[in-house]
């Protein structure tokens, strides 16, 4: 008889697009960190990246200059167009210290024109990104 292959481990972080904004002036990744529950979770960095790029951490969440609780972000170049990655990176463990953690990648395609990115318009300039703590 034939076993059925268990499912694997969640990641310790799962990530959902929220939802995009157009913006003229930015591209931006912005986001959320929270527990199952919906109470923030602080004292984490998100990285995004590109083929091709290195990427930007933010600022540890709940902790940078204009955060509230469990929130982080990571500003781009003006009128990025593109697929770009975003994740859940480390733990700040102490002064300058990180850990590593597991976490779902999502991404994140950016389409930067003069008409899309007017207010009203359905331009991806702006993602607004929820990961959720499983463990």
Do not use: M
Request: proline letters at 8%.
């Amino acid at each position: 008889t034939d076993t059925p292959t268990p499912a694997p481990p969640p990641k310790q972080f799962s990530a959902q697009l929220v939802r995009w904004w157009p913006n003229c002036g930015i591209s931006l990744v912005k986001g959320k960190i929270v527990e199952p529950n919906g109470d923030p979770v602080n004292g984490l960095r998100a990285r995004v990246w590109a083929d091709g790029w290195e990427g930007a951490l933010s600022l540890v969440s709940g902790v940078g200059l204009t955060y509230g609780p469990g929130e982080w972000d990571v500003l781009l170049r003006q009128g990025q167009t593109g697929k770009f990655y975003v994740a859940v990176w480390d733990w700040q463990t102490g002064p300058d210290t990180y850990v590593r953690v597991d976490s779902e990648v999502l991404e994140l395609d950016f389409n930067y024109t003069q008409e899309n990115c007017q207010p009203e318009a359905d331009g991806h300039q702006v993602a607004e990104v929820l990961f959720v703590r499983n463990y």
